[in-house]
């Protein structure tokens, strides 16, 4: 079971202090913050994708990189990656230069965004979101799989003889986790390529989440991957420590009365008896985190919401402190303890490496030399062979 | 037999409330007229005011909480509902709007409902067909063809009761008739409803464009 923090990089007005951090403040502070978490023992770290203010992260790869070379040990992901409005192209090549980069320290979380101004800035209309998002896939998928590709569909320009660079690191693409509120869709997409499914979790009750995970484990089994109880789950969350549940929840009260997305509605106590959000002591934060696998069977990754609504640095390192030393090490036991016999872990590339190449060596792609064009048939490589499948030119 | 199962939508706010008044006149009088066929009526009430704590969470962020999903579960269940508000400033009052506002626009398809409104004057009169009324065709709910209004002078006058007596016919006609559970039963695939609606029969339907394309299929949009 996987650990982590994700971050939607939004720049709050903290409502304590007054102040909205700058920008580059903000970029600063969550390279520090990331590199916190790998420190305190954490496994991964995960940044949203936003083209607007009050965000910051519109280049997620260009952040995961820079993290990447100064952590030795930390999981880089997205949560998550627009696959609606970003060219499948440019997702494949810039995610396996990140894999490349970060020696496959990183996956990628796929989300549609929940902006509609968005999608026309990149050229596309929100109606179409979800096909964008299932098409979108169907060719990246492909596109790290498959040295030369030819394809056609709705949403953009045909591919003939097109070859993604770099090639994925060791031959395995990166590991894709769908990520979805309450499309069922995106969960059947993720069982039918086995891949992983990602419950935002906060916000919804616990029957929601239910049902969508359970959709997801049938359909996984359903497609021969495994049993229902052996596909990837990860699980969104969100929580605030303090060392009494009162003391907690009055430290946290006033992000989360003026935090954007419920200030001024529902009550701190309302929200956390009815969604994910553990707001209390260590022992609290524990005993809801283990509660979740009541409903979503064991899973393997859990990512918790740390650094929003306006939450300055200082705290947020002071969180990360407790959560490590405080909550970390149980969690890590009580899971361990409590999972199912054949539970899978989540996946890392070196794993991956070891199931698609038994003898423990990936493949390492040499391009032949260079023909000037790659749509002319034959493969661009040396080890692969490949036959020409479209109309020669 | 099963009774018909009632639900009371009351906006009214103070108590006594002249809003409540007109809702359970209506409701005792369904009751009778059901009597009078040999069937019974369960009612279960929602008084909105109840509801007011967790508003602000609904319209913030559609975080439901205890009150609100207890009002959804009976409007889930209800064969009928009456749904009565007071009028201020020429609209149905705000906490009746955003309460409709706020649930899920798959709930009340096809439920039959008895429109009611209070005012303190006539001119307020339209209110229930001009306003409550198209908020309850976008619900794809069934307005039953009286509404009921009442402003201060209708109280004395006997010609409020004929009108509760004729709506309250009509609401249970339209109870009897089955028409919200045959829509559910017969024709409720012609709807479009999203996973975890009020719409939502459990089932996720593979056999669907869609699903197709999310399993590597090709997308194909339909001309409409």
């Known amino acids: 079971m996987q650990f982590g923090i994700m971050s939607v990089s939004d720049i709050t007005r903290d409502p304590v202090s007054g102040t909205t951090p700058s920008e580059a403040e903000r970029i600063a502070s969550i390279v520090r913050i990331a590199r916190k978490a790998e420190e ?55 995610y396996a230069m990140l894999q490349h980069l970060v020696g496959g320290r990183m996956d990628l979380m796929l989300g549609r965004g929940n902006t509609a101004p968005v999608y026309p800035w990149f050229g596309q209309d929100i109606r179409q979101g979800l096909p964008l998002a299932l098409e979108n896939y169907n060719l990246l998928h492909r596109l790290w799989r498959e040295d030369v590709v030819d394809f056609e569909g709705h949403f953009r320009t045909p591919l003939q003889g097109f070859t993604a660079t770099p090639r994925p690191l060791d031959g395995v693409a990166p590991f894709v986790w769908h990520g979805s509120i309450r499309t069922p869709e995106i969960a059947e997409q993720a069982a039918y390529y086995g891949n992983g499914f990602f419950a935002n979790h906060i916000f919804w009750p616990p029957e929601h989440t239910k049902r969508m995970v359970d ?59 009815q969604t994910p959000l553990s707001v209390g002591s260590p022992a609290e934060v524990i005993d809801k985190t283990l509660g979740f696998r009541e409903y979503a069977g064991d899973y393997q990754r859990q990512l918790f919401l740390m650094d929003h609504a306006g939450l300055p640095e200082s705290l947020v390192m002071e969180q990360l402190e407790m959560l490590g030393s405080e909550v970390l090490p149980t969690l890590r036991a009580e899971t361990q303890a409590r999972r199912a016999p054949g539970t899978p872990d989540a996946p890392t590339h070196a794993a991956r490496v070891a199931t698609q190449f038994p003898d423990g060596v990936g493949r390492q792609v040499r391009p032949l030399a260079n023909r000037g064009d790659n749509v002319t048939g034959g493969s661009p490589y040396e080890d692969s062979e490949f036959v020409a499948t479209y109309p020669t030119l | 037999m099963t009774a018909h199962r009632l639900v009371v939508v009351n906006a009214g706010t103070s108590d006594p409330s002249a809003t409540r008044m007109l809702a359970d006149r209506a409701a005792a009088r369904v009751t009778r007229a059901a009597g009078e066929v040999g069937e019974e009526v369960r009612i279960d009430v929602v008084d909105l005011r109840q509801l007011l704590p967790e508003l602000p969470g609904a319209l913030a962020s559609r975080h439901l909480g205890e009150q609100f999903t207890r009002a959804v579960d009976l409007l889930a269940q209800a064969d009928g509902v009456i749904a009565a508000g007071p009028v201020y400033a020429a609209g149905p009052s705000g906490l009746f709007t955003s309460f409709f506002q706020v649930l899920d626009t798959d709930l009340l398809i096809g439920k039959p409902v008895l429109l009611a409104a209070t005012a303190g004057t006539a001119r307020h009169a339209l209110v229930v067909d001009g306003e409550m009324r198209s908020m309850f065709a976008y619900l794809r709910a069934l307005p039953v063809p009286t509404s009921l209004f009442a402003a201060s002078e209708d109280w004395g006058d006997g010609a409020l009761e004929g009108r509760i007596e004729r709506a309250a016919r009509e609401l249970v006609l339209l109870m009897r008739s089955g028409f919200a559970r045959a829509v559910r039963e017969e024709t409720w695939g012609a709807y479009q409803h999203e996973f975890g609606s009020a719409g939502d029969t459990g089932e996720v339907s593979v056999d669907t464009d869609l699903m197709r394309l999310a399993t590597g299929g090709r997308y194909t949009p339909r001309a409409n």
């Open chain 1, 40 to 94: 305190v023992g954490l496994d991964v770290f995960a940044i949203g994708e936003h083209h607007n203010p009050p965000f910051f992260s519109s280049a997620p790869t260009t952040l995961l990189a820079h993290i990447g070379a100064l952590t030795e040990r930390l999981v880089l992901t997205t949560s998550t990656t627009l696959i609606t409005t970003n060219d499948p192209v440019r997702i494949a090549e810039e």
């Open chain 1, 215 to 273: 959709f997801y484990r049938q359909r996984f089994e359903h497609y021969g991957h495994g049993t229902a109880g052996e596909a990837i789950v990860g699980l969104g969350g969100q929580l605030f420590l303090g060392r009494t549940s009162q003391e907690a929840r009055e430290r946290f009260r006033p992000y989360f009365n003026a935090a954007p997305v419920y200030g001024n509605g529902p009550t701190l106590e309302s929200f956390s008896t």
